[in-house]
């Protein structure tokens, strides 16, 4: 799959753009505060239909500007696709494929699946199990729509819940009302928690043989996937902590409060593991996720890489360039000497300045 052009209209700093991408490596380059981490942003969100910086619709419309349109054509299979993303600022998205809207955002994954690396993602390690919490769900989603069904459904039961134990204040004769809500958590948190524990299982027979590579052999790197209550015993963790939630207003076992653990030779690096051994144990989880989209899709996915070279030594930088070599690539950076030193090819180079961008090759 590929992406051969991209247009936007009142996007962030962009006025109106219409870029045509190279099949292999395309370089965005440019001063800081110019835009190009936003360019990155428009396919992801057209892609996925959420940023990956957590921003909300109206937040990526341009200054003053109501909508904001966002357009990629892509080739998969020898067959064409476009995609239309409008956001608005007080309404829903609306989303159309080929010209025609689909009612659901799930309809649109599958069409192309986009892996996104930032400086952010190097410190996923030893950031708090809200981001790993997020790693796996922005991956599951674009890899099986079963699983978007189970996590939106298991959201809105824990939103409904959440609400309800905070109203048993003021009316806590609604409380026998929480049997219900606590069936349903149960159930679509059971199906959550399998995905999420096969997905782990599938990238860690990944990821060992890419970290030895990166640390060069000398170490082992495992995931454990960590669940705040197993499936089949979720449902009695969520009764015994009824008092608890009542207590503290809130749900407290459950997916939503899950983790992952990294460990080398037995030791939780997460805790005890240096900078080093969690920036390199985040880019071997990265190229084992780019290595389980081709595996499971039969396909490569596009790669969004934000200013991640700066933020890497030489020797990593050439593991990460050497694994991207064939896939289709957008890569943001302030300077190309990175690519002059480990002679990487650049197919197209674009320089990006205040939101107009001008393609130099």
């Not at 298991?154 to 134990?165: D, F």
């Not at 069936?183 to 059971?190: P, S, V």
């Amino acid at each position: 799959m590929i992406i051969e052009s991209m247009e936007l209209k009142n996007y962030r700093n962009y006025d109106t753009l219409h870029i045509q991408f190279s099949p292999k490596t395309n370089i965005l380059y440019g001063n800081n505060a110019q835009g190009k981490t936003n360019l990155l942003e428009a396919i992801y969100v057209c892609c996925t239909t959420k940023s990956h910086r957590g921003s909300k619709d109206r937040e990526m419309i341009r200054f003053q500007e109501e909508e904001s349109h966002i357009k990629l054509n892509i080739r998969k299979d020898q067959v064409p696709y476009r995609i239309d993303m409008h956001l608005k600022k007080n309404k829903a998205k609306g989303i159309a494929i080929n010209g025609i809207p689909i009612r659901k955002a799930s309809e649109l994954f599958g069409i192309v699946n986009v892996v996104f690396f930032s400086p952010e993602d190097l410190n996923l390690i030893k950031n708090g199990p809200s981001e790993r919490r997020k790693f796996i769900d922005l991956e599951l989603c674009q890899l099986n729509k079963l699983y978007v069904h189970s996590l939106v459904s298991y959201n809105r039961i824990l939103m409904q819940r959440n609400r309800l134990l905070k109203d048993l204040v003021f009316k806590p004769e609604y409380e026998e009302t929480l049997d219900v809500w606590d069936l349903q958590l149960a159930q679509y948190g059971r199906e959550v928690i399998r995905y999420r524990e096969n997905f782990i299982f599938q990238l860690n027979e990944m990821i060992g043989t890419i970290h030895q590579k990166l640390s060069g052999g000398r170490e082992n790197l495992q995931i454990v996937y960590d669940p705040c209550a197993c499936a089949d015993q979720l449902e009695d963790e969520i009764k015994r902590s009824r008092f608890s939630d009542k207590k503290q207003k809130t749900s407290l076992v459950g997916p939503h409060r899950d983790d992952i653990g990294f460990y080398m030779d037995k030791v939780d690096i997460r805790k005890f593991g240096s900078q080093g051994q969690q920036r390199t144990a985040a880019l071997s989880l990265k190229l084992a996720e780019i290595e389980l989209v081709k595996k499971l899709v039969k396909d490569d996915p596009i790669l969004l890489l934000d200013d991640v070279l700066s933020e890497l030594d030489g020797e990593r930088q050439r593991h990460l360039l050497s694994a991207i070599n064939q896939i289709q690539t957008m890569m943001t950076c302030t300077g190309l000497e990175d690519f002059v030193s480990n002679r990487f090819p650049i197919d197209r180079l674009f320089k990006v300045t205040n939101g107009m961008v001008a393609q130099e090759n």
